[in-house]
Nanobody, 120 residues
Framework: QVQLVEYGGGLVQPGGSLRLSCVAS????????MGWYRQAPGKERELVAD???????NYGDSVKGRFTISRDNAKNTVYLQMNSLKPEDTAVYYC??????????????WGRGTQVTVSS
């Protein structure tokens, strides 16, 4: 069994910063891409950023230049540094991992999400 747990959400003022973390645990053989998605009320879930095991990154247009994704492969952890936050960044942020289990199954795992609210 594999799970992802997100940390670091909360309330922040516009222009502020937050750092999210997501730890993968369980019967993991290897992790390919890890990423962050978000979903605001009444909107579809969208990609924020993702990162491959080799460190290649991909960002959604609305966060380019403000957010930075990184990962620690030894700790099965992905981070999202969010700077210059705007009210429109308010959403539930979900972690996702494309990984291989110890039984060599390729699976897609999602965390339960963490709320980020940007408001004065």
């Amino acid at each position: 069994q594999v799970q992802l747990v997100e940390y670091g959400g909360g309330l922040v003022q516009p222009g502020g910063s937050l750092r999210l973390s997501c730890v993968a645990s369980g019967s993991i053989f290897s992790i390919n891409t890890m990423g962050w998605y978000r979903q605001a009320p009444g909107k579809e879930r969208e990609l924020v950023a993702d990162i491959t095991s080799g460190g290649s990154t991909n960002y959604g247009d609305s966060v380019k230049g403000r957010f930075t994704i990184s990962r620690d492969n030894a700790k099965n952890t992905v981070y999202l540094q969010m700077n210059s936050l705007k009210p429109e960044d308010t959403a539930v942020y979900y972690c996702r991992a494309d990984l291989q289990t110890v039984t060599y199954r390729q699976i897609d795992v999602w965390g339960r999400g963490t709320q980020v609210t940007v408001s004065s």
